[in-house]
């Protein structure tokens, strides 16, 4: 069974940074990467409905933003580390939430799925002074 775990949250100063790191594991992979998957990552604060965040899709094609991160965060991958990354910068308290990786993408209008729906547990991140 494929498995995602979110990891890296916390807690950040306004204008601080964090990284995310979403890992993929599991029997079933067999030989597939995170290369071979569409990653999203989404978050979800308290009240608010689940947010796209970025995605990363599957052969290196090209990198999505929400309006509300463009500029100021990052998603990349280490295919050796079956693992993709969150760089969030320049942290404002509105990027609080939980935040979850997944094996589909929904950013600006635009969804793209792996065929397999695999969320991690997400990860919690605080934007406080």
């Known amino acids: 069974q494929v498995q995602l775990a979110e990891s890296g949250g916390g807690l950040a100063q306004p204008g601080g940074s964090l990284r995310l790191s979403c890992t993929l594991s599991?029997?079933?992979?067999?030989?597939?990467?995170?290369?071979?998957?569409?990653i999203g990552w989404f978050r979800q604060a308290p009240g608010k409905e689940r947010e796209g965040v970025s995605c990363?899709?599957?052969?290196?094609?090209?990198?999505l933003y929400a309006d509300s991160v463009k500029g100021r965060f990052e998603t990349s991958k280490d295919k050796a580390k079956n693992s993709v990354y969150l760089q969030m910068n320049d942290l404002i308290p509105e990027d609080t939430a939980v935040y979850y990786c997944?094996?589909?993408?929904?950013?600006?209008?635009?969804?793209?799925?792996?065929?397999?729906?695999?969320w991690g547990k997400g990860t919690l991140v605080t934007v406080s002074s």
């Open positions: 990363l899709p599957r052969h290196d094609g090209g990198r």
């Open positions: 599991g029997r079933a992979i067999s030989g597939r990467t995170v290369d071979d998957y569409q």
């Open positions: 997944a094996t589909r993408c929904s950013v600006g209008g635009i969804s793209l799925y792996s065929g397999a729906d695999i």
